[in-house]
């Protein structure tokens, strides 16, 4: 067993969901992972991360049209001291998930055909966001 762990920047636009799949399969495959358990940890309280469908992107409107529902800018909430959309970031990101676990087999996440990996961005200005990857289990030589 060994333990390898990265930080990937990953740079949104605003709200929305980035699909950053890639990236993590790409750097699994840079470590050579074999199998074991990856550990995605976005380091943000205003962003958070999802495993969520990756062929309709109808699906991602409805799924930040319900937490913009759940969360509206428009309620008069005690903290506003950095704008309208920081309090329902957070309570999006409390809502949704800050950390992800993943198992790794034979070299790659084992996520559904229809799965993909994303950082949802809640605010509204673009934002560069912090991701830590955490590998453990085998590698190849």
Known sequence: MEERSHVLTVPTRGK?????????????????????????????????????????PNVRVDLLDALERLAPEDHPYVHHEEGPDDMPSHIKSMLTSVSLSIPVREGAMTLGIWQGVYLIEHRTSPNKRQVVLSYI?????
């Open 16 to 56: 929305g969901f980035v699909n950053f799949t890639r990236a993590v399969a790409a750097w699994l495959e840079s470590i050579r992972a074999q199998g074991g358990l990856l550990t995605v940890f976005v380091t943000h309280t205003s962003a958070s991360l999802t495993i969520q469908e990756n062929a309709d």
């Open 137 to 141: 289990g085998r590698v190849g030589e």
